[in-house]
Structures are given as structure tokens and as C-alpha cells.
């Protein structure tokens, strides 16, 4: 068996047998490795400050306010809901990133263990503006319950807020409404869901407990009404209290909304564990199958094998290396289309495909073997891991002629119309058609996230600037007026500032492009958390061709 070979220090070139061990010969005291880590480090303490800004909601002041009359906040009830010492995969924690609006959105978001079933939680921050929705919280939010119906994972919502908020109701009504959309669909489909109402549940939001299978009110606290007491008096003249419009008590004696009343926050808590467990819930997938051992190699040194600079080229058999079960990586054509690997492996014991992309481009090669790889997976009704690190497909007269736009055209038609679960990973670059290709969020994967230095975007923004600086040098000579280098000198470099600002993964997460950006250490955590979620639904791949050449 061969090594790596390649940038010095960091990756290299290994062919793999079908059931080979990948062996690294990663050199820790390189100076690229170094350097590599050095940028890691960096950005993971940057993006350390903004999960700060996160798990903070409405500052010191508020969470302080809310402890002192009794409640719980958002974070200490999701500890409490999920099973002790259970993994929380927390989603689009940057949600909000960069705009007005607090990072996170008001809103927590993920998959947890309750009573030992995997479920989605959607749980209100009431000390960020009373919990109210912002554009970013309803996306967050129809994320969660995307990733809920197509999974097939029981909903708990934990409630507590104050609706919309109203400033920016002109961007959140029209899509508002599918969230009791989804709500109601997934119980069409007999995808368990659960309302646990802490506090306000007003206006439209009073239809979450409404369209929820189970709801829990806690007393004294939960207020679930379609108009609180000052709308009522205005619309009908009538006297009433919040406790008698929407309270607890109310909803379990009287209207019936309440199917468990809760003396406190704890016991709501408590009931909706027991609620859980009472679901009698079951996967569709299969289970793990293979042996579950660590990787060979430290997930540590993925620090130094991530580039700090995203054109700087690595070898992904090393990051391979250092996630998948025991190092273990079955190569499909590894000497043809050789700036994609592709293969077979397993993360926690879940037999996966895996592609991904070696040095960026695609060119024809790489383009057919993703599609007939893509295609064998589905036979064998096998999940697909994406890697990706690609500038896009190739260009030029050459690769024009030789059929480069059909070719890709093939390897996207593969990815659209598979059906077994796609997990995405962007370790470096995702650009151009590139992102289509290797299942972007436009291609529905179950769960797509960034490594912290990643980039998104249509090229690289040096590409770009370029790219316009040559049309206008165009347009002006087409014109018959001088061209204005000076101009364009700046031009280019505000451009290019733009770019790599919208192109950073924190840009892209906060936008809820992802499902949030990731230390690369933590991947094959991630990776099995997203695998044991997507096997709690049928794994089934597109049948109804066979396996053909192109």
C-alpha cells in the first residue's frame, strides 16, 4: 500500500484497495501544517466569540430578569428535556449573522435524545425581544421542521414568545403560516409532535400547542390566546384576564387545548420526557452495521490538514483518514477522475459513500465517475457523504469541445434524482457549478455544514473582480470611450472586499445557507449524529434504471 504524496507536510496521493486501511503521512512539523493550524485556530476563536453572542440571547440584563422570576432559560431547558449526558447537535447557531437582529434569531434550534429517541427541538429565547420571530427565527425555524419531516424525527417545541416581531412583519406573515403547515403535515404523516408552553403563545402563535398532537401548559406562566385582554376589550367591549382568556388551568377544565398541565417549569419538563416515551417510537432505517472503531489518526490534525488559505491544495484521504471508522476506505476508480475520490466507508458504524473533491476542479472524468458513483449508491441503498473543496467545473476551449456542460450535466442529474440521504461537508471552496454538483443546498441534502474557514460563492473574489475588469475593459473598447485603469483599480478592490466578506462562513451560515459551520475536529461527531438522524427514515435509493456509462 502507497502513501500520501503531494504538498509537502500536508496531503498526498495513496491508492486504496477496495477495504484498505488509509495510511497518512501527514508531517506535524511541516511549516504548511503549521501554518494551517495556526489559521484554524484563529478563525475557531473567531467564530467561539459569535456562538458567545449566541448562547448570551438578550445580554446579561435579561437573563437576569428572567431567572429572577423563576423561569428557566431557553439553554437550561433543552439540558434538562434531553437525556443526560446525550450529544445536542445545535443548528444554524449564526442565524442573523451580520444584520440587525441578534445572532442565533431568538431561537434554538437542533437534534437531541429524549427518552431515547432522536427529536427535533425548536425551542424559544424569551430574553432576546420576548422571544418575538424575526425573518432569520422563521427560517431557523422551517429549517428545523424540514429536517423534522425528511428524516421523519418527532417535534418538540419549546414555547415562549411574543409572536411576531412587528417591525419586520412584512417579511415574516405570508411565510409565517408554514410553520402550522409543517406542524400539521407532520402529523399527517404520523411524525409525532409536542408543545411545551412555558410562557406566551399569542396571536398566530397560540396555533403551535393548537396544531401540536401533545400540548403541556404550564401554570401560571402560559398564556395561549388568539387576542390578549387589551385587543379583546377593543374588539368586543369585553372584561377578561389573561388567566381566564389563556391560561393553563383554563385550557385543561374549560377549552380542552391542554392535554397536561403543568405546576412548573421542571414538571413540564418532566412531561414531556414521559410523553416521549410513550411514543412507542421505532426507526425505519437499519441500524449501524459495521464495526464503529475510531479513526487511526488524531481528528486533532485536521487543524493542520484544513487549509489556511482555501487555494492552498490537500489530499482528503487525510481527512478521510482521520474520520471514518477505522481509517477504512474502499477507493472506486481511484486512477481515473483522480480530483475526485470516491469510495466506500463507515462513520459510527453507518456504511456511507463518500465524495470528495481532490484539488477543486471537475473536469469530464470526475464529472462521469461522480454520476456512475452516485447511481451505485443508490442501489445499494447506500447514504452519500460530499466533501467539498471545488473552484467548479472546468473551462476552456479544449474542455468546451470534449463535452465538459454535458458531463456536468450528468453528474447534476445524478445528484438531483438520488434518493438516499446526502450528508455535505465544505472543507475549503464550493464554487460555481461545482456547489450543484456536489449536492449544494439547492440540491436538498438532509444536512450540508462549513468547515470555519470555508467559502461560498459564485468564484473567488479575486476570480471575480478579474472577471468584471475584463468586461468593462470590453464594453469600453466595444463603446469607442477611453478606459479608465484608475477606476477600475478600485473598483476591483472594493469588489473583491465585498466578495470575500459574502463568501465567509459565517456570511453564508448566518444567511441559514448551511446548518452551521463547523471545527473540523468535530466532523465525524457531526457526521454520525446527521447518519443515526437520517436512518429514523427509510433508506431507500432511486430505483428504476440501471448503472449505465457516460
Known sequence: MSGFGGPAGVSGHVRVAEGSVLRSRLDVSAELYRTNRAGQLAALAGLENELDKARDGGGARYRDRHHQRGRLLVRERVELLVDRDSP???????????????????????????????????AHDPTVRSGAMNPFSLRKTLRALDIAKRNRLPVVNLVESGGADLPSQSDLFVQAGKIFHDLSELSSRGVPTIALVFG??????????????????????????????????????????????????????????????????????RLGRRIVSELNWRKRGPGPSLPADPPLYDPDELLGIAPADFRTPFDPREVLARIVDGSRFGEYKPDYGRSLVTGWASVHGFPVGVLANANGILFSEESKKGAEFIQLANQIDTPLVFLQNTTGFMVGAAYEQGGIIKDGAKMINAVTNSTVPHLTINMAASFGAGNYGMS??????????????????????????????????????????????????????????????????????????????????DTRTVLGIALSAAHSAPIEGRRGYGVFRM
Open 200 to 269: 406566551n403563545s399569542t396571536a398566530g402563535g397560540a396555533y403551535v400547542p393548537g396544531m401540536c398532537d401533545y400540548s403541556v401548559l404550564v401554570d401560571q406562566q402560559a398564556k395561549v390566546f388568539l387576542g390578549g385582554p387589551p385587543l379583546v376589550k377593543m374588539a368586543t367591549g369585553e372584561e377578561s384576564d389573561d388567566e381566564e382568556l389563556g391560561g393553563a388551568a383554563m385550557h385543561a377544565r374549560v377549552s380542552g387545548l391542554a392535554d397536561y398541565f403543568a405546576v412548573d417549569e421542571r414538571d413540564a419538563i
Open 88 to 122: 445536542f447537535l445545535e443548528l444554524s447557531p449564526l442565524a442573523g449573522w451580520g444584520s440587525e437582529f441578534t445572532v442565533g434569531a431568538s431561537v434554538v434550534t437542533g437534534i437531541g435524545v429524549v427518552s431515547d429517541v432522536e427529536v427535533v427541538i425548536v
Open 440 to 521: 449544494g443546498r439547492a440540491y436538498d441534502p438532509r444536512f450540508m455544514f462549513a468547515w470555519v474557514n470555508a467559502k461560498l460563492a459564485v468564484m473567488g473574489a479575486a476570480q471575480l473582480a478579474g472577471v468584471l475588469s475584463i468586461v468593462g475593459k470590453a464594453a469600453a473598447a466595444a463603446a469607442g470611450r477611453p478606459f479608465d485603469q484608475a477606476e477600475d483599480d478600485a473598483r476591483r478592490v472594493a469588489i473583491e472586499r465585498q466578495i470575500a466578506a459574502e463568501s465567509h462562513s459565517f456570511f453564508v451560515s448566518g444567511k441559514l445557507y448551511d446548518d452551521g459551520v463547523l471545527d473540523p475536529r
